[in-house]
């Protein structure tokens, strides 16, 4: 059950109307049975929290929260390379 903002800063309660729900595979932990654990777990990022971060999945690290724009906007990477 989701209570509360997958931002470990934030602390905005759930609400299924705002923000964006994801859901990532789990995998079980040593020594648990796979089939008693469920597959599946949900991540919730409120509206604040969704327009500046995003959740994604690592196969080494796990769920991870990254800022949406690490790289700099397409137009920063604009080069002329060639004068008008
Ligand atoms: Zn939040």
Not at 59 to 72: A, H, I, N
Request: hydrophobic share 40%.
């Amino acid at each position: 059950m989701i209570f509360e903002c997958a931002n470990p800063d934030c602390s905005a309660v759930f609400d299924h109307r705002n923000g964006v729900l994801l859901r990532f595979p789990k995998r079980a932990s040593d020594g648990q049975n796979p089939a008693s654990t469920p597959a599946v777990q949900h991540f919730w990022l409120c509206a604040v929290c969704s327009q500046t971060f995003v959740l994604e999945y690592k196969d080494d690290q796990g769920v991870v929260l990254s800022l949406r724009w690490e790289k700099p906007p397409l137009a920063k990477q604009r080069r002329v390379i060639a004068a008008a």
